[in-house]
């Protein structure tokens, strides 16, 4: 039922055939759902563009803690390295300092 126009004709001929009472609550509880669902598309289509908005904010929140923890990592490899650089070089030279001679 697209308009209301063409739903007068239907509840006159239906009460013209005088329907039962089953068939009267059976049409009530159709047109109650059909009402609840036009009313939820009805938020849905008016809330969209609202959440598909906070979806994006979160998803770009959660791609910066993403990268800011990448960037930790990278920043911890690299002081481990520069670590263990030293720690080498620190090795490597005390032998060379010991040396007396050449073999």
């Known amino acids: 039922m697209e308009t209301v126009q063409e739903l007068i004709p239907l509840v006159k001929e239906m009460m013209a055939q005088k329907p039962s ?3 009267v609550k059976l049409y009530v509880v159709g047109g ?3 009402l609840f669902g036009m009313m939820l598309g ?3 289509t008016v809330c969209s563009p609202f959440t598909a908005a906070s979806r994006l904010r979160d998803e770009e929140a959660a791609v ?3 990268r800011a923890v990448r960037e930790r990592q990278a920043l911890q490899a690299r002081s481990l390295q520069e670590k263990d650089k030293q ?3 620190i090795l490597c030279s005390r032998p ?3 040396r007396q001679h050449a073999s």
């Open 21 to 23: 009472r089953k068939l």
């Open 87 to 89: 720690q080498e070089g």
């Open 42 to 44: 009805l938020v849905e």
């Open 96 to 98: 060379l300092a010991n």
């Open 64 to 66: 910066a803690a993403l």
């Open 32 to 34: 109650v759902l059909a």
